[in-house]
């Protein structure tokens, strides 16, 4: 059965760092989409990606953060200047499939 | 808008007692409802999911879940309880835009299953 996969599977990185996520879709999949999960909260929306452009995206999505299909197979999120509050479990999904996420650290 | 509400945030169950875990929505239109699970320190697996057909829906390792209108209810069921069972359960609705769609979560029911 295909799976989405998403690497780094763990990421510690310092305050005002940039941190680039990783996912591999499924390969015949239009649309992606990338979830957080702030430890112990729910799942949040973060934004959705369809024929290489965002097609909604959540309040929390700001200029901080951006996403882009670099060479049709990689689905990035990049996080320009990391927040401590951006530490969650960061999940990318091609449509209703989820990979086993990234738990991203800022210190 | 749309939400889903999970009625209890810890169920605990004996192994091989049946499994209820509960979901009430709110919706303008007729939802789409799935169930995911997730496992410590695992990503989100697809149980089941409602999608407008059958009402009673059959998902993988033995769980369903029940579509009732009249309670906008689509609480998650399993017979008997496994030890391997233990997990995180989320409520999600769907809301399709037209060319994506945007999965709501609700905050999620851990299932403890004891011997």
């Known amino acids: 059965e295909p799976e989405v996969t998403q690497t780094p599977s763990h990421q510690v990185t310092q305050m005002g760092q940039e941190v680039i996520l990783r996912c591999v879709p499924i390969?015949?999949?239009?649309?992606f989409y990338w979830y957080r999960q702030i430890l112990g909260q729910k799942v949040e929306f973060l934004v959705s990606f369809y024929n290489n452009e965002i097609s909604e995206k959540s309040e929390i999505f700001d200029d901080q953060f951006s996403v882009e299909r670099p060479d049709g197979s990689n689905f990035t999120l990049k996080i320009r200047s990391t927040k401590l509050e951006d530490s969650a479990m960061y999940f990318c999904?091609?449509?209703?499939?989820f990979g086993p996420g990234t738990r991203l650290l800022v210190l | 808008a749309q939400s889903v509400t999970q009625l209890d945030s810890h169920v605990s169950v004996s192994e091989g007692t049946p499994v209820l875990l509960r979901c009430n929505y709110s919706?303008?239109?007729?939802?789409?409802l799935f169930w995911y699970v997730q496992h410590p320190n695992k990503g989100l697996q697809l149980l089941l999911k409602?999608?407008?057909?059958?009402?009673l829906v059959k998902g993988i390792n033995g769980f369903e879940a029940e579509f009732k209108k009249s309670e906008t209810s689509f609480h998650l069921t399993k017979p008997s309880a496994h030890m391997s069972d233990a997990a995180e359960y989320f409520c999600?609705?769907?809301?399709?835009?037209?060319?994506?769609?945007?999965?709501?979560f609700g905050t999620g029911t851990r299932l403890q299953v004891t011997l």
């Open positions: 409602y999608t407008s057909a059958a009402t």
């Open positions: 999904a091609s449509e209703r499939y």
């Open positions: 919706s303008s239109y007729s939802p789409s």
């Open positions: 999600v609705v769907i809301r399709n835009t037209g060319t994506a769609s945007k999965l709501t």
């Open positions: 390969s015949n999949h239009l649309y």
